[in-house]
């Protein structure tokens, strides 16, 4: 049996606690900052194990899509994020996953649930999923190397996706 490392737990719910306040606070440097340089942000569509570069996703970002999804979204041109939603983001069953911080280099994979209220003029949208990182240690602290989001509805037609899921 594995003895569960709480302080380790912690420092990560920490981490995707502070990632869920950026993006309802639409504060993305401070997000963009929280990746590695190597990082990618993927979002699949369809189905929660297509193949990303054979299946259509909704987002499939590498670091430099990301800095341009930031810089898009600072243009203040997004119009499907104009104005910006109103977010908020409830994080849940934060869970150090099998081989967390083990053989992978001091990787430390997540996984934890989510659901995001989003209210805009055409109402409120609830999207709930699950997303799993693989975070890594750096000088600065934990940092983002992956996240990928599965979305439940991710198979069904979706609403406008214009902001940090």
């Known amino acids: 049996m594995t003895v569960l490392d709480i302080e380790l737990l912690r420092e990560v719910e920490q981490f995707i606690f502070r ?21 990618v942000y993927w979002v699949p569509a369809n189905a929660d ?4 570069t054979k299946q259509v ?8 899509r990301i800095a ?5 979204l600072h243009t203040g041109k997004r ?10 983001r409830l994080i849940s069953n934060v869970e150090l996953l099998d081989g967390a911080g083990d053989d992978d280099g001091g990787a ?4 934890a649930n989510f659901l995001v209220y989003e209210s805009r003029e055409r109402g409120v949208t609830l999207w709930a999923g699950r997303s799993e990182y693989t975070l890594r240690r750096t000088d600065d602290g934990l ?3 992956y996240k990928k989001v599965f979305l439940v509805d991710n198979d069904r037609p979706l609403y406008t996706l214009a902001f940090l899921i």
């Open 19 to 39: 990632e869920a306040r950026f993006q309802d606070e639409l504060r993305y440097d401070d997000w963009e900052a929280l990746w590695t340089d190597d990082g």
């Open 49 to 52: 194990d297509s193949d990303p």
């Open 57 to 64: 996703s909704i987002i499939f970002d590498n670091r430099a």
């Open 68 to 72: 341009t999804r930031i810089k898009q």
């Open 79 to 88: 119009h499907s994020q104009t104005p910006p939603s109103k977010l908020r």
């Open 108 to 111: 430390i994979r997540v996984g």
């Open 143 to 145: 940092r983002m190397a």
